[in-house]
Nanobody, 128 residues
Framework: QVQLVESGGGLVQAGGSLRLSCAAS????????MGWFRQAPGKEREFVAA????????YYADSVKGRFTISKDNAKNTVYLQMNSLKPEETAVYYC?????????????????????WGQGSQVTVSS
């Protein structure tokens, strides 16, 4: 089992920045690929970013490329999502998730079904 706890959400003005953190406990965190998803009211949960357990591979949704950065600190069992130039339409609950990598150093899944564990979510509100 892996337990995930997000933090760092809050209220920010459009164009501002926030950094989300996701602290993991339980099984060997370093062997898990990690991802961030978000869910706005009335919408489905969507992929935002993912990073392989090695940190060497990362993927982003087209809508956040160039503005968001995912990173992973295996020593601290924490994954981060740095969000810059935030937009009001990015108001959502942000979830981190962990996926067993089965040993692949470049595995960074982008689909919800590929993840095994989820955090409780952190609210991000971007005001216009």
């Amino acid at each position: 089992q892996v337990q995930l706890v997000e933090s760092g959400g809050g209220l920010v003005q459009a164009g501002g920045s926030l950094r989300l953190s996701c602290a993991a406990s339980g099984r060997t965190f370093s062997r898990y690929a990690m991802g961030w998803f978000r869910q706005a009211p009335g919408k489905e949960r969507e992929f935002v970013a993912a990073i392989s357990w090695s940190g060497g591979t990362s993927y982003y949704a087209d809508s956040v490329k160039g503005r968001f950065t995912i990173s992973k600190d295996n020593a601290k069992n924490t994954v981060y999502l740095q969000m810059n130039s935030l937009k009001p339409e990015e108001t959502a609950v942000y979830y981190c998730a962990a996926a067993s990598s089965s040993g692949s150093a470049h595995y960074a899944p982008t689909r919800r079904a590929q993840y095994d564990y989820w955090g409780q979510g952190s609210q991000v509100t971007v005001s216009s």
